[in-house]
């Protein structure tokens, strides 16, 4: 029996489904402490933090976390100096767990779109969705690409398997809430 890997997703949203504005920077009012120290705990707990190219180079990562990127520039599964870096279409996703993840452990995927994408295709274990109630970005980049055609991303979680476990107020003041997603509910 193979050691477990599972997969968290992580993301904080507005009312219109966006994690960044239309020149893919963070927008102030998706920044939020109390759910920055929540994120900021489940990467501590995580063997590897998951996340696209950009967001790898925007982020320092000073309490050196173990990190895949996900870029098309990378040959397969390397290790380099920063970081292991993984190219999806030439390495499936077994291969790279096989490896990185011998005794099993947990991956945080922090993003972007389609890092969320892509482990919505392997399968979250887990999804953390935060929302600031009352936010509005406009045009930006959505969690998921499907959030593009009106698709909420509670349906493509619940769709992929997940069901709501577990809601709480981050900070009253938004209010901004945290919804976790899980498939052993
Ligand atoms: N609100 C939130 O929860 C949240 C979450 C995440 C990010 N963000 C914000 O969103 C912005 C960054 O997100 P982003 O989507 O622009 O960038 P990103 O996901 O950090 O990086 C995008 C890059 O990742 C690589 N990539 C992604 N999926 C791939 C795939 N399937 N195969 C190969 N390569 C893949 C590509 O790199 P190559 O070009 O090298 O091929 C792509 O250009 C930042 O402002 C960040 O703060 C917000």
Redesign the pocket.
């Known amino acids: 029996m193979p050691a477990p890997v599972l997969i968290e997703g992580?993301?904080?949203?507005s009312d219109d489904d966006?994690?960044?504005?239309a020149?893919?920077?963070?927008p102030r009012v998706?920044m939020n402490d109390a759910d920055w120290r929540h994120?900021q705990m489940r990467l501590d707990a995580a063997t590897i933090t998951a996340?696209?190219?950009?967001?790898?180079?925007?982020?320092a990562n000073p309490k050196g976390r173990t990190r895949l990127?996900?870029?098309?520039?990378?040959a397969g599964l390397e290790r380099r100096a920063d970081a292991w870096w993984?190219?999806?279409?030439a390495v499936p996703w077994s291969d790279v767990a096989r490896r990185l993840l011998p005794e099993g452990g947990r991956v945080a995927v922090?993003?972007?779109?389609?890092?969320?994408?892509?482990f919505l295709g392997i399968g979250y274990d887990e999804f953390h969705l935060?929302r600031v109630i009352g936010a509005e970005v406009g045009p930006g980049?959505p969690?998921f690409r499907a959030c593009d055609d009106g698709i909420a991303p509670e349906a493509l979680l619940e769709k992929a398997g997940l069901r709501l476990a577990d809601q709480r107020v981050l900070d009253p003041v938004g209010p901004v809430i945290l919804s976790v997603w899980s498939r052993s509910v």
């Open positions: 992580h993301a904080i949203v966006r994690i960044a504005d020149e893919g920077r963070m998706l994120f996340l696209g190219r950009k967001g790898h180079e925007a982020h990127v996900v870029s098309s520039s990378a993984w190219n999806p279409a922090p993003g972007g779109t389609d890092v969320f994408d892509l935060t980049a969690v």
